[in-house]
């Protein structure tokens, strides 16, 4: 059993700064990729950041320049710092992950619980 806990969610101003992290814990687990996305109330959920555990990332148009995803290989996390954050960032924001569960070849694709990010004056 894989689970994907956020966490630095909260409330900030418009300009300002947030750093999320989400760890995957469990055992018998490799990780291929990680990634964020978020959904606003009304929307659909959509892709933020991803990145693999070789380094490439991919970012939405939307945050790019602003957002900057990382990873930490050894401490099965991955962090999004969200800088200049302006109101329409505002959304639940939830850590994806691509894993191979016990040598299994196939990837599963895990999400954490979500963790909120309301970004306001």
């Known amino acids: 059993q894989v689970h994907l806990v956020e966490s630095g969610g909260g409330l900030v101003q418009p300009g300002g700064s947030l750093r999320l992290s989400c760890v995957a814990s469990?055992?018998?687990?490799?990780?291929?990729?990680m990634g964020w996305y978020r959904q606003a109330p009304g929307k659909e959920r959509e892709l933020v950041a991803t990145i693999t555990w070789g380094g490439g990332t991919d970012y939405a148009d939307s945050v790019q320049g602003r957002f900057t995803i990382s990873r930490d290989n050894a401490k099965n996390t991955v962090y999004l710092q969200m800088n200049s954050l302006k109101p329409e960032d505002t959304a639940v924001y939830y850590c994806n992950g691509r894993l191979r569960v016990d040598y299994n070849r196939i990837l599963i694709t895990y999400w954490g619980q979500g963790t909120q990010v309301t970004v306001s004056s």
């Open positions: 469990g055992s018998g687990f490799s990780i291929n990729a």
